[in-house]
């Protein structure tokens, strides 16, 4: 009985390991830079509305409307979610940590004034493929987004 339940024990130590290794460390290299996201990286699990790629590149979020309203929605929605942790809130940029079950992706909100329009950024902190998750996800994002917008 005792051994049995060591070995679950050990079992459930790698396990936790294992997982936590999935998560990666955060990036030191995120923010805003001279009004812009950091740039995705050549591979193909990361997504930016500032990307010159067709590849990486995703639509931003446009708003009707007062700015700071438009983005106290956005950061509303993320709160609301189960896989978002805000991680810096900073007046026109939010950054956030997006979990799955095995992975945490790293994602930047960041306030466009004069273009109407929020930034986006998501992009996964290991691998290679993202099988298109950070693309659907922030696409969930947009749908919510535009679902609350307040019509004139």
Do not use: W
């Amino acid at each position: 009985m005792i051994v049995r339940l060591q070995g679950r024990v050990i079992v459930m130590c790698v396990l936790s390991g294992l997982l936590a290794a999935c998560a990666g460390e955060r990036p030191n290299n995120l923010g805003v830079r001279d009004d812009r996201l950091s740039a995705c990286p050549s591979s193909p699990n990361c997504v930016s509305s500032q990307a010159s790629d067709e590849g990486h590149r995703i639509a931003p979020l446009a708003f009707n409307g007062d700015p700071d309203t438009a983005f106290a929605r956005l950061k509303l929605i993320l709160e609301r979610r189960d896989d978002t942790f805000i991680i810096e809130d900073k007046p026109g940029y939010l950054r956030i940590e997006l979990r799955t079950t095995f992975f945490v992706d790293d994602g930047e909100f960041m306030l466009d004034r004069v273009g109407r329009v929020i930034h986006v950024r998501s992009a996964s902190r290991l691998g290679y493929s993202d099988l298109g998750k950070n693309r659907s996800r922030m696409e969930d994002i947009r749908r919510e987004f535009s679902l609350l917008e307040v019509k004139p």
